[in-house]
């Protein structure tokens, strides 16, 4: 049985540049849905009818508040502010660089408009603890699960 331990976890941006991880994330969740349409018709007993209907996905990073990630974060709050989807971004539950490690990870697909669209950032602080932020996204398109290995340089 597989076992994926959450200290390898991250997300990434640029991801076919320079990939950047955003720091400080300690939690991502990324929900699968589709809606379900109802079909009924006359005649039918009262029971009711549904179709599948359009998929999508939606999720949220949360973390500690950093200013100075400007290759992560920064990326992130760039991306509400202008509206625009990021299509280079990687959900990873396990990360490595370490060339032959296995490694794996959802995206969107490629394709024109495909992305995440980030809908919400909440920031929060306490008396007893440190900055806290929380990104959450509606992908825009198809998302793909990955499984690769690290290549060889």
């Known amino acids: 049985m597989a076992k994926l331990k959450g200290r ?17 994330l300690n939690k991502q969740d990324l929900d699968r849905s589709s809606d379900v349409l109802n079909t009924p018709v006359f005649g039918n007993d009262g029971w009711g009818r549904a179709t599948a209907g359009t998929k999508k996905y939606a999720g949220t990073f949360d ?14 709050f760039a991306a509400w502010e202008s509206g625009e989807p990021i299509n280079d971004i990687r959900f990873y539950y396990k990360y490595s660089v370490t060339p ?4 794996h990870y959802d995206k969107p ?20 603890g ?14 793909e699960s990955v499984t690769e290995t690290v290549p060889t340089p």
């Open 8 to 24: 390898y976890a991250c997300a990434t941006v640029n991801a076919s540049t320079t990939e950047a991880v955003v720091a400080e």
């Open 100 to 103: 032959g490690e296995t490694i």
């Open 63 to 76: 973390g500690y508040f950093d200013p100075t990630d400007t290759t992560g974060q920064a990326v992130l």
């Open 109 to 128: 697909s490629t394709g024109d408009g495909n992305g995440v669209i980030i809908t919400n950032i909440r920031k929060s602080i306490d008396v007893n």
């Open 130 to 143: 440190v900055g806290e932020i929380s990104f959450s996204y509606e992908g825009s398109g198809p998302v």
